[in-house]
């Protein structure tokens, strides 16, 4: 259904560094990790909350590390240090890029992909962050490509089977329902229908449809509109 998703993974891959993906093991100690490099651990040993300078020299020397990474270096090797940058550097870019790379590591570096960790850090990240310069927080943005976390993080609940996060998200901002993709209504819509909302999810098929006439590459999303707007008026 959407184009994107096969892309931003393979945008993920590639952003991840290549690494070769191992099988789970037990985490790396951070004691072997950061003996070798002094600067990291002296800035780790500095009380929190770090100053902005510091956290952009934690978040520097932990991105230098990671670019110089083993090419069998582990999953969890990765998400011990994004997920430092992400505690310790809250206020840098690296900082927000570091969600962005974790939830493409939770997807791609396990047999099965970590949708309960995804959750988890994709909802600290939209309750952290109103703004980011480095990832969309629009769930659709105009770039295919730009990694946004509201549309992973539906994607995990979908996986999940949490349609009533996503009916509640829709909820809250359908007053602004000027600002809406034409991708939005079809979710909206679905997610309403699998909550048992049936009457609006009518609706909201219906303003797919409207929003996505004489969209041909949408023909296929627009057949399955009609047919669930069909079926459900005769429940």
């Known amino acids: 259904m959407k184009k994107a998703n096969s892309l ?10 290549g690494w070769v993906f191992a099988g789970a093991a037990a985490p790396l100690s951070a004691a072997g990790q ?8 002296a800035l780790l040993k500095k009380p929190a909350p770090l100053a902005p300078a510091d956290q952009e020299d934690l978040a520097r020397a932990i991105f230098k590390k990671l670019a110089a990474a083993a090419d069998d270096a582990r999953p969890e090797f990765f998400e011990r240090y994004y997920k430092l940058v992400m505690d310790q550097c809250p206020d840098t870019g690296r900082a927000h890029e570091s969600y962005w790379r974790l939830t493409h590591l939770y997807l ?19 309750g952290r962050y109103q703004a980011s310069t480095v990832v969309s927080m629009k769930k ?6 730009v990694f946004s976390p509201i549309r992973s993080l539906h994607q995990a609940y979908e996986a999940l089977g949490r349609h009533e996060k996503i009916a509640a998200y829709y909820d809250g901002i359908s007053a602004r329902e000027a600002e809406f993709s034409v991708y939005d209504f079809f979710d909206y819509a679905g997610a309403l229908e699998k909550t048992n909302r049936l009457k609006e999810a009518v609706v909201y098929y219906g303003k797919f449809l409207e929003r996505s006439a004489g969209s041909e590459d949408m023909d296929f999303m627009r057949e399955i509109a009609q047919d669930r707007i069909d079926e459900l008026k005769k429940e």
């Open 8 to 17: 931003l993974i393979a945008l993920g891959l590639l952003a991840l560094g």
């Open 34 to 41: 950061d003996g070798e490099d002094p600067q990291i651990q």
């Open 108 to 126: 791609q570096a396990y047999e099965e992909p970590r949708h309960e960790e995804i959750v988890g850090i994709l909802e600290r990240f939209l």
């Open 140 to 145: 659709y943005p105009d770039e295919a490509l």
